[in-house]
């Protein structure tokens, strides 16, 4: 995958990183908002992150 295509258009890339990681830890499959369904396996799946992620509007307010 390669994930230059998502980072340049994101906003915060860094919260992005972090959500896309807990999504691909705790999700079966995904339908992503264009192509089909896919199942996650493999090392997609890592190990759970230990911290929270917060939006970028509420960093620094929390």
């Known amino acids: ?3 230059s295509l998502w980072r340049r258009s994101s906003e915060d890339p860094t919260v992005q990183y972090q ?3 807990r ?3 705790v999700a079966d499959y995904i339908v ?3 192509g089909p369904m896919f199942a996650v396996a ?4 890592g190990p ?5 992620i917060l939006p970028c509007f ?3 307010y929390v």
Not at 42 to 45: F, N, S
Not at 48 to 52: G, S, Y
């Open 1 to 3: 995958m390669d994930e």
């Open 23 to 25: 999504v691909l830890q």
């Open 58 to 60: 509420l960093r620094g």
């Open 32 to 34: 992503p908002g264009h």
């Open 48 to 52: 759970a992150p230990l911290t929270p």
């Open 42 to 45: 493999g090392p997609a799946r």
């Open 19 to 21: 959500s896309r990681q």
